[in-house]
T-cell receptor
Framework: GAGVSQSPSNKVTEKGKDVELRCDPI?????LYWYRQRLGQGLEFLIY????????KSGLPSDRFSAERTGESVSTLTIQRTQQEDSAVYLC?????????????FGEGSWLTVV | AQSVTQLGSHVSVSEGALVLLRCNYS??????LFWYVQYPNQGLQLLLK??????LVKGINGFEAEFKKSETSFHLTKPSAHMSDAAEYFC???????????FGQGTRLTINP
């Protein structure tokens, strides 16, 4: 597609439930990122995928968070046993290759509210 | 540790006035530097970036930024603010071969009529 696509755009879930957030990167982009943005705060790195290399999971805040990506396509971020502090916008981004200065393009985000 | 500092979480200027948003980074290797803008309820949009070459970088919407290695800074400027510039601005940096983009905390820009 023309840009990074994320779904759902909004999700309200009850505390303790699991949620899945989906990201469709720009076609041909080998790198995919997930960030979290809490209300009024900056962006917090979660995880990075580059092609078939092992993902950089250094930003995942707890073992309740996990993400998968098959090849260079769709990625799913899963949050198990959601807590209220998980409420945030989850932003997905992609870029074209291993060139460090390449622009990272962001999706509109998935707004998660845990009640 | 790698870090990005944006001085001032809120900046307010009058329409037509100079916009200056400050960004400093910590790095022992040459960085790649970015400014992103986030309009209300939208995703992030790239304003400009510095990778190599000319240290004064021009971006969209009349914004520009200058990479100053001696000051480890990448401040964002615009000569004349417009009401449509009201948004959240994020400075970000990547180091060497690392692909992770590290963001500052953001600066909310308000334009007064």
């Amino acid at each position: 597609g023309a840009g990074v696509s994320q779904s759902p755009s909004n999700k309200v879930t009850e505390k303790g439930k699991d949620v899945e957030l989906r990201c469709d990167p720009i076609s041909g982009h080998t790198a995919l990122y997930w960030y979290r943005q809490r209300l009024g705060q900056g962006l917090e790195f979660l995880i990075y995928f580059q092609g078939n290399s092992a993902p950089d999971k250094s930003g995942l805040p707890s073992d309740r968070f996990s993400a998968e990506r098959t090849g260079e396509s769709v990625s799913t971020l899963t949050i198990q046993r959601t807590q209220q502090e998980d409420s945030a916008v989850y932003l997905c981004a992609s870029s074209s290759d291993r060139v460090p200065g390449n622009t990272i393009y962001f999706g509109e985000g998935s707004w998660l509210t845990v009640v | 540790a790698q870090s990005v500092t944006q001085l001032g979480s809120h900046v307010s200027v009058s329409e037509g006035a100079l916009v200056l948003l400050r960004c400093n980074y910590s790095s022992s290797v040459p960085p790649y530097l970015f400014w992103y803008v986030q309009y209300p309820n939208q995703g992030l949009q790239l304003l400009l970036k510095y990778t190599t070459g000319a240290t004064l970088v021009k971006g969209i919407n009349g914004f520009e930024a200058e990479f100053k290695k001696s000051e480890t800074s990448f401040h964002l400027t615009k000569p004349s603010a417009h009401m449509s510039d009201a948004a959240e601005y994020f400075c970000a940096v990547k180091y060497g071969g690392a692909q992770k983009l590290v963001f500052g905390q953001g600066t909310r820009l308000t334009i007064n009529p």
